[in-house]
């Protein structure tokens, strides 16, 4: 008894250096750990701010810009003709081309992606499916500018074989365009969120005698409904956020209508026309692009926060 407990200091001692060492990297690691974390907050924080000094850009030109224009007329008047003498800033036919083509192109990709999604989701061969989703990450990659002139050169002497009136710009060709260019993301989000669906849903379904086709529309797509809410809004904010195929195919003219096959300009075109330089700064010609884009922003924070509030609402935990 008395040689163990002369051993018990001895082995305390031995063990000290252990300790000290398994405590020093603990330090060590929890350091690292904090700048990591650091860095993150960091990273976080910039994205933040860059996008709080846009909102603050936008908010301070457009104060310039509604005191020479009234919130009233900007938002009622039919006519924008920044450009001209007798000077109108009606933002609704900027807003009414904007919406056009950007419901045509929702039209074409939230169909075709999502019957696309179930298909390479529920049906596709895993070989079939790696050869076509990297296809379509390409198609994302075309330049925009690649865009417009296939849908002025291509898409629009197509539509004209069919409408023999259509003009040679008008809000249809750009808005089919729109869809083709958003497809890839409305597909890959909405795979991604059919895939994350529990095998056993689908299982279960089976065990009720329902087909592959029955279990993909009945089953997995109600069940991924907030994953497909996420991907129709992001390409809500991708089409209203379009420029270079709009202000080359749809013309640039402001124009009130809701006629697809007439020609119009979009918000983010008439920034494109201004911003090149044609009108000296500070001048209201030149603060009324950022009136336009603060409008632009509204409108896609708007459907941001519908999408979030819908994600919520349908959002299932497994």
Same mark, same amino acid.
């Given at each position: ?12 001692r ?6 000290v ?14 700048v ?19 909102l ?5 030109e ?29 933002i609704?036919?900027?807003l009414?081309g ?7 192109g ?7 992606g ?9 049906f596709?061969?895993?070989r ?6 990297p296809?379509?990450?390409l ?7 690649v ?34 260019m958003?497809?890839p ?7 991604d969120?059919?895939?994350?669906? *529990?095998m056993?849903l689908?299982?279960?379904s ?7 086709l029955?279990?993909?529309w009945?089953?997995?797509v *109600?069940?991924?409904?907030?994953g ?10 991708r ?7 709009v202000?080359?195919?749809a013309?640039?003219n ?6 697809p096959?007439? *020609?119009?300009?979009?918000i983010?075109?008439?920034i ?5 330089g ?6 209201i010609?030149?603060?009324?692009i ?20 819908m994600?919520?609402r349908?959002r299932?935990?497994y």
């Amino acid at each position: 008894m008395n040689k163990s407990l002369a051993a018990v200091p001895e082995v305390i001692r031995i063990s000290e250096p252990v300790i000290v060492e398994a405590t020093a990297r603990r330090r060590a690691q929890h350091r690292r750990e904090q700048v990591i974390e650091s860095g993150l907050f960091l990273a976080a924080l910039m994205s933040v701010a860059a996008t709080a000094a846009i909102l603050a850009v936008l908010l301070w030109e457009s104060l310039g810009f509604f005191k020479a224009v009234s919130l009233t007329d900007f938002l009622t008047d039919t006519l924008w003709t920044p450009l001209f003498d007798d000077a109108r800033y009606g933002i609704l036919p900027l807003l009414a081309g904007t919406v056009v083509t950007s419901l045509i192109g929702l039209l074409v990709a939230i169909p075709v992606g999502t019957v696309s999604a179930i298909y390479l989701s529920e049906f596709a061969s895993s070989r079939l499916r790696e050869l076509i989703k990297p296809a379509l990450e390409l198609l994302g990659a075309v330049p925009t500018v690649v865009y417009g002139y296939f849908a002025l050169l291509v898409v629009t002497p197509t539509l004209q074989k069919l409408w023999p009136d259509l003009p040679g710009f008008n809000m249809l060709s750009p808005g089919i365009v729109i869809g083709i260019m958003i497809l890839p993301l409305v597909i890959s989000l909405s795979e991604d969120a059919m895939r994350a669906v *529990p095998m056993v849903l689908r299982e279960g379904s089976y065990a009720t005698g329902a087909t592959r086709l029955q279990t993909a529309w009945r089953v997995v797509v *109600p069940a991924a409904t907030s994953g497909l809410v996420a991907a129709y809004v992001l390409g809500v904010s991708r089409a209203v956020g379009e420029t270079m195929v709009v202000a080359i195919a749809a013309g640039q003219n402001p124009n009130l209508t809701w006629n697809p096959m007439e *020609p119009a300009a979009t918000i983010t075109a008439y920034i494109v026309q201004v911003a090149l330089g044609d009108l000296p700064h500070g001048s209201i010609g030149y603060q009324s692009i950022f009136a336009a884009g603060l409008v632009l922003a509204v409108t896609t924070f708007a459907f941001n926060m519908f999408g979030h509030a819908m994600r919520k609402r349908f959002r299932e935990v497994y």
